[in-house]
């Protein structure tokens, strides 16, 4: 079986935020090197070595619109999502990827695209994914994904306003 094959996501229940807090760790580890890395966000504590615990993430176990997954393949933790209403342009939305993660070792084996399809799928209505100007894997990765959805119509790319967001913003609807 591919690993793809096996990719199963789940909604992530209130014990999961102990995993995707760690994982959440080697996607800041990821993201010190693609976004601003001289930010708080991106230093480490001299103390324990841990970046800092990502703001507000207990919000996806307690806020209406917050969503959080987690992704496995052949039952191994492979990653996480999160997913809230947050439209980086302000516009009307259902749900926006707030974040989206695959562990190095599962990375370009079709895993992330799959976790793509099924929470498309779980989720329908108006979508929007955005991306940092300098992400330049996920600038390759998303359209395609969102493309491999099977219930994906009426996809819009346009250009964040450079303050606001800087980088590709993709809007769609799940049906
Ligand atoms: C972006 C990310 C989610 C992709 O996950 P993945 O499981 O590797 O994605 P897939 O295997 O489904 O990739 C599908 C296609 O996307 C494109 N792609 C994915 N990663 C790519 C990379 N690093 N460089 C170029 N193209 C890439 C390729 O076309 C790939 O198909 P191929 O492997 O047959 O060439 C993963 O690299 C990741 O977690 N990165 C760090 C966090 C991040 O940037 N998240 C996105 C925030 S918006």
């Known amino acids: 079986m591919s690993l793809s094959s096996a990719v199963e996501v789940r909604a ?11 994982l ?3 996607y800041l580890h990821d993201f010190s090197t693609i976004g601003n890395s001289a930010s708080p966000l991106y230093v480490v504590d ?20 917050h969503l959080p997954f987690v992704i496995r393949t052949a039952g191994e933790v492979a990653g996480f999502a999160l997913v809230d209403r ?6 009307e939305i259902d749900w926006a990827m707030s974040e989206f993660f695959v562990l190095r070792k599962f990375r370009r084996s079709g895993v992330g695209g799959e976790a793509v399809r099924q929470i498309l799928g779980m989720q329908p209505g108006r ?12 600038w390759e990765f998303w359209p395609g994904a ?3 959805a099977p219930n994906v119509t009426g996809f819009e790319a346009r250009a964040g ?14 049906v």
């Not at 001299?46 to 619109?65: I, Q, S, V």
């Not at 306003?161 to 799940?174: K, L, N, Q, V």
Request: hydrophobic fraction near 40%; aromatic fraction near 14%.
């Open 127 to 138: 979508w929007e994914v955005a991306v940092m100007e300098n992400n330049v894997a996920a």
């Open 46 to 65: 001299p103390e324990t070595g841990a970046f800092p615990p990502y703001p507000g993430l207990e919000r996806y176990w307690a806020d209406p619109g």
């Open 161 to 174: 306003d450079g303050t606001t967001w800087s980088g590709p913003i993709w809007s769609f609807r799940a």
């Open 146 to 148: 969102i493309a491999g």
């Open 24 to 26: 959440m760790q080697f």
């Open 12 to 22: 992530a229940s209130p014990h999961k935020q102990t995993l995707v807090a760690g």
């Open 86 to 91: 947050t439209s980086r342009d302000g516009r």
